[in-house]
């Protein structure tokens, strides 16, 4: 979780559910949706709102639900405000909404620190790259994004993703397995945590790590009773570690994954 995505991915959602509906759903709903796991996909999950919608809510002049390559199209519209494939410069949507949730130093700290990195993401290349390129600066980042294999809880953009950046490692021949080192996945959602755990069966050998933090829009502190809801459905779905932002996870993994430092 690097951004905030409350007033773009979960705006759209609610916007793309309203022009179809007039109806737009709570905060707390689309919260209570993505808790149960298989609703990663933001477009997915607009057209199983529109689905609940209907069946809530008879309404014989309702109209059938959309297909899903209009409601993309649709989407899009809110989030990019523009061809996604274009320039970013002449996206005029609710991307450029998102708050940066961390600095581009906590990259250069992770390295620092001997701790590999990359992303896992469920948005679409574009939106993905121009957040880690030209926000934060980074270059070639490590990334698997939307199209590049399976929605999460499917672990294999997981694993593919830990296996490249243990094939790079400097010096070492690696692979997933005993003798490699731990892998730890930082994210926001049940999918995330259930990712983390079917990597587990798919590679048993491998020591793998669920770290998770509540979204931006849980951390206020009127949102106290939301937030603590949240993240007992994380723990339930088997997060090792919940942090308090995402900005933590450097302190968390050096506690979790380095040899504790002892005094000469």
């Given at each position: ?35 149960e796991g298989c609703w990663n996909n ?223």
């Amino acid at each position: 979780m690097i951004r905030d995505v409350a007033a773009s991915y979960r705006r759209a959602i609610v916007e793309t559910v309203h022009h179809y509906s007039g109806w737009r759903p709570a905060p707390a709903l689309i919260d209570s949706l993505k808790g149960e796991g298989c609703w990663n996909n933001d477009w997915e999950a607009s057209q199983e709102l529109l689905r609940r919608w209907r069946r809530d809510v008879p309404n014989a002049d309702a109209p059938p639900l959309p297909p899903l390559e209009a409601l993309v199209e649709v989407f899009s519209s809110f989030y990019f405000g523009g061809d996604s494939n274009g320039d970013p410069q002449d996206w005029r949507g609710f991307i450029g909404s998102e708050t940066l949730l961390v600095a581009p130093s906590l990259f250069d700290q992770l390295g620092a620190a001997g701790i590999a990195w990359g992303f896992v993401s469920g948005a679409e290349p574009p939106s993905a790259r121009y957040v880690l390129e030209q926000r934060l600066g980074l270059v070639d980042p490590p990334l698997i994004a939307m199209g590049e294999a399976p929605d999460k809880p499917d672990p294999s953009g997981f694993l593919q993703l830990a296996g490249r950046i243990l094939a790079a490692w400097p010096g070492r021949d690696l692979a997933l397995g005993p003798g490699a080192p731990p892998v730890a996945y930082l994210g926001d959602t049940v999918a995330d945590v259930q990712t983390v755990q079917r990597a587990r069966h798919a590679c048993p050998d491998q020591r793998f790590l669920s770290l998770a933090v509540a979204p931006p829009h849980l951390q206020a502190p009127d949102q106290l009773v939301n937030r603590c809801r949240y993240e007992a459905a994380l723990r339930e779905a088997g997060a090792d570690r919940i942090l308090p932002q995402t900005d933590a996870v450097l302190a968390v993994l050096e506690a979790l994954l380095l040899p504790p430092h002892r005094p000469s």
